[in-house]
Nanobody, 119 residues
Framework: VQLQASGGGLVQAGGSLRLSCAASGSILSINAMGWYRQAPGKQRELVATITKGGSTNYVDSVKGRFTISRDNTKNTGYLQMNSLQLEDTAVYYC??????????????WGQGTLVTVSS
């Protein structure tokens, strides 16, 4: 099983980006998915989560600007980021609780994608 994050890049403040997190491999289903970020010199923080049924949760700093979603038919999660601010600059990581065909639920992490917001 692999988790591939993509969509990061350089954007001006006020702009938008959409991150994707695609799961592949021997997967039966995906439970919760989440996005985390780690800014330079800071600890990794939770940004948003989404359950299999679509319930979402956000850190206060991104509420109203970011939207987490998923397409269960494609085993892919998304993070739409609007009104980006300088403070959103970070490496963004996705994770997912995956029920494997081999058995058991395992939490997998994507490799991280860099989001840089410029003034």
């Amino acid at each position: 099983v692999q988790l591939q994050a993509s969509g990061g890049g350089l954007v001006q403040a006020g702009g938008s980006l959409r991150l994707s997190c695609a799961a592949s491999g021997s997967i039966l289903s995906i439970n919760a998915m989440g996005w985390y970020r780690q800014a330079p010199g800071k600890q990794r923080e939770l940004v948003a989560t989404i359950t299999k049924g679509g319930s979402t949760n956000y850190v206060d700093s991104v509420k109203g600007r970011f939207t987490i979603s998923r397409d269960n038919t494609k085993n892919t999660g998304y993070l739409q980021m609007n009104s980006l601010q300088l403070e959103d600059t970070a490496v963004y990581y996705c994770n997912a609780d995956i029920l494997r065909r081999l058995g058991g639920v395992v939490t997998y992490w994507g490799q991280g994608t860099l989001v840089t917001v410029s003034s």
